[in-house]
């Protein structure tokens, strides 16, 4: 074998030796998790009832929302081309005037500690108010059992996403709550992964794994952590209420539209 042929041959295992690092790096995060419940709305019609629950109703919700949530309703809440679908519609429900949904997996999937990953596209418009966030399955009082907000859009401040915790001590009826916000240009035109690592020891919010907010078990006390019990997930879209109103609501740009890919949760090993 000549000279030229050995070296062609060191940096073809060389090359390989690389790819393989590589390929073992970028495989490495994957390895550390699995995979403990997802939906991936790859059905069509209504969503998954083994997997999801509803609110419903209407009167404010607690936050003065303007919409009645419905049940069951695929005006509202559909499977479609491989999403989730919830639709937010100006007609008149039960003495409201808008319609929505808010789907939450209370009493069919509750987690403590973990990885929530959920890809969405949001809906846009003054009076739009999207939300990813959890609550503690066995709620008896809030903020003190506590609230985990992954991602929230207001329409009249189009492309800022918001991530917040609250809790006893910490809330925004106190004007204490501990929040962050991420400006992301193309919330509504693109999917984003909207995504949360929770451990016992902090809790990290990302945008397409840039992290934005961070939230430090550091007093170690129930009034500042309620974090360390099960919680389950819930994805809505609200219309008006204290913030998403809080510049009115522009009737010209419903119905709309948001859209979620997947849901997935991973048990951190």
């Given at each position: 074998?000549?000279?030229?042929?050995?070296?062609?041959?060191?940096?073809?295992?060389?090359?390989?030796?690389?790819?393989?690092?590589?390929?073992?790096?970028?495989?490495?995060?994957?390895?550390?998790r699995t995979l403990i419940w997802s939906d991936e709305f790859n059905g069509k019609g209504l969503p998954?009832?083994?997997?999801?629950?509803?609110?419903?109703?209407?009167?404010?919700?607690?936050?003065?929302?303007?919409?009645?949530?419905?049940?069951?309703?695929?005006?509202?809440?559909?499977?479609?081309?491989?999403?989730?679908?919830?639709?937010?519609?100006?007609?008149?429900?039960?003495?409201?005037?808008?319609?929505?949904?808010?789907?939450?997996?209370?009493?069919?999937?509750?987690?403590?500690?973990?990885?929530?990953?959920?890809?969405?596209?949001?809906?846009?418009?003054?009076?739009?108010?999207?939300?990813?966030?959890?609550?503690?399955?066995?709620?008896?009082?809030?903020?003190?059992?506590?609230?985990?907000?992954?991602?929230?859009?207001?329409?009249?401040?189009?492309?800022?996403?918001?991530?917040?915790?609250?809790?006893?001590?910490?809330?925004?009826?106190?004007?204490?709550?501990?929040?962050?916000?991420?400006?992301?240009?193309?919330?509504?035109?693109?999917?984003?992964?909207?995504?949360?690592?929770?451990?016992?020891?902090?809790?990290?919010?990302?945008?397409?794994?840039?992290?934005?907010?961070?939230?430090?078990?550091?007093?170690?006390?129930?009034?500042?952590?309620?974090?360390?019990?099960?919680?389950?997930?819930?994805?809505?879209?609200?219309?008006?209420?204290?913030?998403?109103?809080?510049?009115?609501?522009?009737?010209?740009?419903?119905?709309?539209?948001y859209y979620i890919d997947y849901v997935r949760v991973y048990q951190n090993k």
């Amino acid at each position: 074998m000549n000279l030229k042929a050995k070296n062609i041959i060191k940096i073809c295992a060389a090359g390989i030796f690389f790819l393989t690092v590589l390929n073992c790096a970028s495989q490495k995060p994957e390895a550390r998790r699995t995979l403990i419940w997802s939906d991936e709305f790859n059905g069509k019609g209504l969503p998954d009832s083994s997997k999801w629950n509803y609110d419903v109703g209407g009167g404010g919700f607690g936050n003065e929302e303007a919409q009645f949530y419905t049940k069951n309703r695929p005006e509202n809440v559909r499977m479609e081309k491989g999403n989730l679908i919830i639709e937010a519609r100006k007609e008149n429900w039960e003495n409201n005037k808008y319609t929505s949904a808010r789907l939450l997996t209370k009493g069919k999937f509750a987690f403590q500690y973990g990885t929530v990953e959920v890809r969405a596209k949001l809906p846009k418009g003054r009076g739009t108010w999207p939300a990813i966030w959890m609550m503690s399955e066995n709620m008896k009082k809030w903020p003190d059992d506590g609230e985990l907000d992954i991602m929230e859009h207001v329409g009249y401040n189009q492309g800022f996403i918001h991530a917040s915790v609250h809790t006893k001590k910490y809330n925004h009826i106190q004007g204490t709550q501990k929040t962050d916000t991420l400006f992301v240009k193309d919330a509504s035109e693109k999917f984003h992964v909207y995504k949360a690592d929770w451990t016992p020891e902090k809790i990290d919010v990302y945008v397409d794994d840039k992290k934005f907010f961070t939230y430090v078990n550091r007093e170690k006390n129930d009034e500042a952590w309620p974090f360390d019990r099960p919680y389950f997930i819930i994805l809505n879209l609200a219309v008006g209420g204290f913030w998403g109103g809080k510049e009115g609501i522009d009737d010209a740009v419903f119905p709309q539209k948001y859209y979620i890919d997947y849901v997935r949760v991973y048990q951190n090993k």
